[in-house]
């Protein structure tokens, strides 16, 4: 719990400086115990992909203070198989390699995470190309001067294989299960059954005495194409960790004698190990950073797709919108009227309700329009909108401009009484609106109304309700304005 807590934070706490020098310590251990010849030589190096993974995984936070603790570690672990002089200087070589690498990572600005194609590039070539190659000159001449037999390019060759190794391999296998899995794997009767052929090809491959079953070669090239297949069913984490144990495997078994190799010279059969490692190392664990860098992709092509698809559908409103709406007033244009009237008559007809539409015309329009000029008009008519809209408040109610001066309410009334009364009151609304109109008999501005109430019926036809309802607005004005009189529906069905 408080590893994890740790890894959230970002900041090694002092949970993960205890328990690092101690799986440092561990793994030069588990690597010496594979060492395949006498001057110790592995064929991977695990313990310095530990620090290594630590730094990056911390992004250099307390990178002294770890430094430290795994310098003592490998001083400590190397007593057995060195001298404390050779001990310090070779941990000293690897505290080199392990800085030089992550010095040029950040100087390249790779991602800690190595999870696209380009930050493991730049990692391969500073760690196990150059980093390692540095290290590895500088092991050989400490090991010569300290009486190694060997030649120097034969020990400097051995040392940059198997620490780039270890880095290329456990790196990205510590990195991976250390941070977070973006996505579950969900595993199928057929990713089964590949997992099960390739245990048993391994197991067939790395029990083969001398490369050979009854005469028939089999060597650890045969999981090469396994490697591949497991690289784009499973991804980083599963592949390096295959990785991991072919080649922790292959050399256990070189340890044993079982020569997987074939019957050559231990250098030689060491050679052979390496370059088999590497092959598999870069089919595999490239492969799988390739393909999780081709899902990434993906899933961020899908996310912007997504927002693009809303951004489209929040532009589609707004267009509707727009186009539903009078650019003068802010309400609802005739178009949309003239869609909301058909459905809403469609709708009463249906359910047999009953339905109100209401024809608003400002009286004495263009005589204020001449007087006080076309801003004073658009802004009267600004205001008379903003009362309508205020009165329409039921959910099903509509308040459109019809044209020109002239608007129009579609409502879902109680009956007649009901329908009169809001226009009574709109009336009296604009009127107390007290816009001072010279022109008009009132002295101030005013509005007439045409009202007309109806349960639609199958031969009634929502044109004649419209042309009804404007027949009563035609009479509320011929009877002297600033009135409301109710249509005659009787006259418009017979």
């Known amino acids: 719990m408080m590893i994890a807590r740790s890894f959230r934070r970002g900041q090694p706490g002092w949970l993960v400086c205890l328990l690092l020098p101690l799986f440092h310590f561990a ?13 110790n030589a592995v064929v ?23 430094c430290t603790l795994t310098y003592i570690s490998d001083v400590l672990a190397n007593l057995n198989a060195f001298s404390w002089q050779m001990a310090m200087l070779l941990s000293a070589v690897n505290q080199l390699e392990i800085l030089t690498t992550y010095g040029l990572m950040r100087r390249y600005n790779a991602s800690p995470r190595l999870q696209r194609l380009q930050d493991f590039i730049k990692f391969f070539v500073a760690g196990p190309v150059f ?90 090239t045969l999981l090469l194409p396994a490697a591949a297949v497991i690289a784009f069913r499973f991804g980083v984490r599963l592949t390096s960790l295959f990785v991991a144990l072919v080649s922790l495997s292959a050399a256990m078994m070189m340890t044993t004698g079982l020569r997987p190799f074939g019957d050559v010279p231990v250098h030689l059969e060491v050679v052979r190990a390496q370059e088999f490692i590497l092959t598999l190392s870069m089919i595999g664990i490239g492969f799988a950073v390739l393909i999780s860098e081709l899902q990434a992709r993906e899933r961020e092509l899908e996310r912007r797709v997504r927002e693009r698809t809303r951004e489209l559908e929040r532009s589609n409103r707004r267009l509707t919108a727009m186009n539903a709406t009078d650019g003068l007033t802010g309400i609802a244009n005739r178009r949309h009227f003239d869609e909301t009237l058909a459905a809403e008559w469609s709708r009463a007809r249906r359910n047999g309700q009953q339905l109100t539409l209401a024809m608003l015309d400002v009286d004495y329009f263009k005589q204020y329009n001449d007087h006080y000029g076309h801003q004073a008009g658009d802004n009267v008519l600004r205001q008379v909108a903003a009362e309508l809209t205020r009165r329409g408040r039921r959910a099903g109610d509509l308040v459109a401009r019809y044209g020109g001066e002239e608007f129009a309410i579609i409502a879902q009334a109680g009956g007649e009484e009901h329908a009169l009364a809001m226009a009574d009151q709109i009336c009296q609304a604009i009127a107390s609106l007290k816009l001072t109109h010279p022109h008009s008999p009132f002295g101030v501005l005013t509005v007439s109304l045409g009202v007309a109430v109806t349960i639609p019926g199958d031969q009634d036809s929502v044109v004649d309700f419209l042309r009804t309802a404007d027949t009563a607005l035609y009479r509320a004005k011929q009877l002297g304005r600033n009135r409301v009189e109710l249509a005659d529906m009787t006259s418009t069905a017979n």
Request: with cysteine.
């Open 131 to 220: 980093a390692a190659m540095l290290a590895g000159l500088a092991a050989a001449l400490v090991l010569q001067q300290y009486g190694s037999a060997t030649p120097y390019f034969t020990l400097a060759r051995l040392w940059w294989f198997g620490d780039g190794l270890g880095l290329l391999i456990y790196t990205p296998l510590l990195l991976a299960f250390s941070g977070r899995q973006h996505q579950r794997l969900r595993l199928t009767r057929f990713d089964d059954a590949i997992l099960a052929g390739t245990l048993l090809l391994a197991g067939a491959v790395l029990s083969a005495h001398g490369g050979e079953i009854d005469g028939v070669s089999v060597t650890p």
């Open 27 to 39: 793994t030069v251990k588990l690597t010496f115990f594979c060492a395949v010849t006498p001057e």
């Open 44 to 66: 991977v190096w695990l313990p310095n992909a530990v620090l290594l993974a630590a730094l990056l995984r911390f992004r250099g936070r307390r990178a002294p203070l770890l």
